[in-house]
């Protein structure tokens, strides 16, 4: 499994930014799939987005326009650029690493994203 570390959480306002980041500890960085999901309280973790190691993306409805997830493989880090950030997107946010997109066997710890009205 991949040792996978997020940072970036925190507090902001409605219609701020924020850029989560994920370190991941393996050799084959550029050779695996990553992704973002979320879990608010009292609900499922749902998907947010993924990308894979050729650098296709794949985005909920729920934010597209808004989020844009990016590798740098030169530092094994995957990012996600929230913009214009909306209370619904309260969660604490996921990090996860796979063979395809459709298959995320390492998680990591979360990081809390707070979005004040």
């Known amino acids: 499994q991949v040792q996978l570390v997020e940072s970036g959480g925190g507090l902001v306002q409605a219609g701020g930014s924020l850029r989560l980041s994920c370190a991941a500890s393996v050799r084959t960085f550029f050779n695996i799939a990553m992704g973002w999901f979320r879990q608010a309280p009292g609900k499922e973790r749902e998907f947010v987005a993924t990308?894979?190691?050729?650098?296709?993306?794949n985005y909920a409805d729920s934010v597209k326009g808004r989020f844009t997830i990016s590798r740098d493989n030169a530092k094994n880090t995957v990012y996600l650029q929230m913009n214009t950030l909306k209370p619904e997107d309260t969660a604490v946010y996921y990090c996860?690493?796979?063979?395809?997109?459709?298959?995320?066997?390492?998680w990591g710890q979360g990081t809390q994203v707070t979005v004040s009205s």
């Open positions: 990308i894979s190691w050729r650098g296709s993306t």
């Open positions: 996860a690493a796979g063979a395809t997109t459709v298959d995320f066997n390492s």
